[in-house]
């Protein structure tokens, strides 16, 4: 397998007694590259998604003071809830358009402070919870070309049952979305909920502990119908049909992974090699427990990664250490099915003020290597990324690096600003050197049915060597460090053919249903020797 982010060398002549050659490593520019796209978002990015129309959403909560950009048309919220600014004709949401490096200002009424979603299977994501007015609201925002004015709706009949404030959502395949837990409850939900009322789950009171340790747990759908859910230390399979837990994992050994601890989770790609059957979860970074309860100490974070197939019946943890110590870093599945963490801080945990040491390195973790070889430490942005930031995979390849606010309310000067720019991290797979490989999708179908086959085709500079990969990615709802509903399929490839021109049609298999891959759009990449496509969009199911 081809790969342009190993580690370079650089061959040095060394003279001493005998004449011998020494092989130096050295960082290289293969190591990927950082742009800074827009200087001044308006707002911080606490939560942040990319449509399928290629826009971003970036969401920050509303009772945080004026932002740095107006209401669109001159608009005003007048809120008597509102803790700091009653009367307010600043933004707290922003559309991004990364064709044109360009925000336009949203308009959210209610706040929409550690909140969760997920985009349905027509686009909209549906986004709920929050603190005070939002903390049982549901809202959508119906994405549009760029260019439009779509613009959020607040549901005023549709609310959620329970308080919802650092839940996660996770899309499921009968369309719904299970709202999973959070500060103000110890059950699920569904949306909508059909009449369902919330199932309580001990599960999520037995993992709290005096600092918390189980907001936001990290929630996966995994191929067997059920869900992985992971909160604190420890993990279950949960049938959300039944409201059963249908068995208990062993604990992670380690720090606490979940909020205030910040950790991420990533569900590994499934592959249809395995007829997608085998999940393996990836559970990495968290912090010393105790760091929130006595912020002023900035106690070590954790430097060990729990991987495990859950799918296997006698499974274990396996333990692996990242090359520094990490809290807060966000985990992203990269179109090569490599993983890629990225923003957060090496002591301390999530919080106001609660860590003072940024990771400025992403890492590569590379699954399919061999243990203790997986790690690779990517080039440094210069800008701190910690409690209340977010990343995001673009349909281009690049993640798009957003917010960052360790204040509780904007504080645009001192140590650790307010961050309002937006940033793209381009890995190794988009330098210069790879564009020789880089496929083109010339014609993919726009949506497609489950188990059905389907032809794209794609272009390249040259002729490929061996068989293209297709992967599908969700578009995830990020926050606090965790992609609620990310997933990441391989798909199957019936058939390559090599017509003139470096053109190459490709039939591949749609994946089987919607428990493998929830109704929704997703990114098709070609993948060709480790460097991917543009993706194009593709409605599943
Ligand atoms: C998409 O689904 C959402 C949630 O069910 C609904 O509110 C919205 O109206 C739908 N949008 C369209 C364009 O059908
Ligand atoms: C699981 O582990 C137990 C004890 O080590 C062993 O007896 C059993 O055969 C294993 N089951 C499977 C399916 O591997
Ligand atoms: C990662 O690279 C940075 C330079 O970009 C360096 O400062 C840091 O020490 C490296 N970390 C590790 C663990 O190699």
Request: proline share 7%; glycine share 8%.
């Amino acid at each position: 397998m081809h790969s342009f982010d190993e580690t370079c060398f650089s061959i040095a002549i060394c003279f001493g007694i005998a004449f011998f050659i020494c092989v130096v490593p050295r960082s290289c520019a293969a190591q990927g590259s950082w742009e800074i796209l827009v200087h001044n978002a308006g707002i911080a990015s606490m939560h942040t998604a990319v449509t399928h129309f290629g826009t971003v959403i970036l969401l920050d909560r509303t009772d945080i003071g004026a932002s740095q950009i107006a209401l669109p048309n001159g608009n005003c919220r007048d809120d008597p809830n509102d803790l700091t600014l009653k009367h307010d004709c600043t933004a707290h949401s922003v559309l991004f358009t990364p064709e044109s490096n360009t925000i336009r200002s949203l308009t959210i009424a209610t706040d929409t402070w550690c909140s969760s979603g997920q985009f349905v299977s027509n686009g909209t994501l549906v986004q709920t919870g929050g603190d005070f007015d939002g903390n049982k609201k549901v809202r959508y925002f119906s994405p549009c070309p760029p260019g439009g004015s779509c613009d959020w709706v607040e549901a005023s009949d549709q609310n959620l049952q329970q308080g919802r404030w650092y839940a996660t959502n996770q899309l499921l395949p009968d369309g719904r979305q299970i709202v999973v837990g959070g500060r103000d409850s110890n059950a699920v939900e569904f949306i909508p909920a059909n009449g369902q009322a919330p199932y309580d789950l001990p599960f999520l009171q037995q993992t709290r502990d005096s600092q918390m340790d189980n907001f936001y747990p990290f929630v996966h759908l995994l191929p067997d119908g059920n869900l992985f859910i992971f909160a604190n230390k420890d993990s279950i399979l949960y049938n959300f049909k039944t409201n059963t837990v249908a068995r208990n994992y062993p604990t992670l050994p380690g720090e606490p992974r979940n909020y205030p601890s910040a950790g991420s989770s990533v569900m590994l790609p499934l592959l249809a090699s395995q007829k997608f059957r085998v999940a393996q979860v990836l559970v990495c970074g968290g912090s010393h427990f105790g760091a929130f309860l006595k912020p002023s100490a900035f106690m070590p974070a954790s430097q060990t990664c729990g991987r495990m197939t859950v799918t296997d019946p006698n499974s274990t943890w396996a333990i692996e250490k990242m090359p520094v110590r990490r809290n807060m870093g966000d985990m992203i599945l990269l179109p090569t099915r490599d993983v890629l963490i990225i923003n957060g801080a090496s002591d301390g945990c999530q919080g106001w003020g609660n860590a003072k040491t940024p990771v400025l390195n992403p890492f590569r973790y590379k699954p399919s290597a061999a243990a203790g070889r997986r790690f690779s430490n990517l080039t440094a942005t210069t800008i701190p990324r910690m409690y209340h930031s977010t990343a995001n995979l673009l349909p281009d390849g690049r993640i798009l690096v957003a917010g960052s606010n360790t204040h509780q309310f904007y504080k645009l000067t001192g140590k650790f600003p307010t961050e309002l720019r937006i940033e793209a991290f381009s890995p190794a797979y988009l330098s210069s050197k790879t564009q020789k490989y880089r496929p083109t999708i010339v014609n993919a179908p726009t949506s497609v049915s489950y188990n059905a086959a389907f032809k794209i085709t794609v272009t390249l500079p040259n002729a490929p060597k061996g068989i293209l990969e297709l992967n599908l990615a969700s578009a995830p709802f990020v926050t606090h460090s965790f992609a609620q509903g990310q997933r990441m399929l391989k798909l199957a490839v019936r058939k390559q053919t090599t017509g003139a021109k470096g053109s190459v049609k490709i039939t591949a298999t749609a994946p089987p249903n919607a428990v493998i891959a929830p109704s929704a759009y997703y990114m098709l990449f070609a993948v060709n020797r480790g460097v991917p496509s543009i993706a194009a969009w593709v409605h599943i199911g």
